[in-house]
């Protein structure tokens, strides 16, 4: 015999953790047979696949970000190899044009890390559903996000870096 809650003790149907009265007979038995930890894991599973797939395309397009800056920032580096080759004819120690090319990579970094925390605060209501024992507009949430796309595009900034640092002056002046 199924029963049914009072309108004020039911869970909200938007959510989808329950699509129909609760039987509590069924619930009781499924807790005797089952245990607590495999109920909770079977309620968990869709919710479970939907946050693995979403870490799967966040994983995908921080992989693409770190390649593309790679990219820019070899482009960049490449267009200006005679004028890195003239500076470090001139004396500067490849700490300093290290530096120089890890700075420019922080101009093109900064302006992007904010509009992104801008974006994602801003946008932060539309995944509310899906956030589980984090606020939507959680400072350390986004202050780990703004951290980690800033570690991953020093990380990719280093690359081009040590390829501007390594590059022969001599043969860049020559051409």
């Not at 995908?60 to 770190?66: E, F, I, M």
Request: charged share 20%; hydrophobic share 55%.
């Amino acid at each position: 015999m199924q029963r049914e809650l009072p309108l004020c003790l039911q869970p909200d149907k938007s959510t989808g953790i329950w699509n129909e009265p609760l039987d509590w007979l069924d619930l009781a038995t499924r807790l005797e047979t089952e245990g607590v930890t495999d109920t909770v894991a079977r309620e968990k599973a869709p919710w479970r696949f939907a946050m693995r797939i979403l870490t799967g395309f966040g994983t995908l397009a921080a992989t693409l970000s770190v390649i593309a800056l790679v990219g820019l920032l070899s482009l960049v580096i490449t267009l200006r190899r005679r004028e890195l080759a003239i500076r470090a004819a001139l004396g500067a120690s490849p700490a300093r044009l290290r530096r120089d090319v890890l700075s420019e990579a922080a101009r093109i970094v900064a302006p992007a890390a904010i509009i992104g925390a801008l974006i994602a605060a801003g946008l932060a209501r539309l995944v509310t559903s899906l956030l589980v024992e984090v606020r939507p507009h959680d400072p350390a949430a986004l202050a780990g996000a703004v951290t980690v796309a800033v570690f991953l595009s020093v990380s990719a900034a280093l690359w081009p870096a040590r390829r501007a640092v390594s590059s022969d002056a001599a043969a860049a002046l020559r051409d």
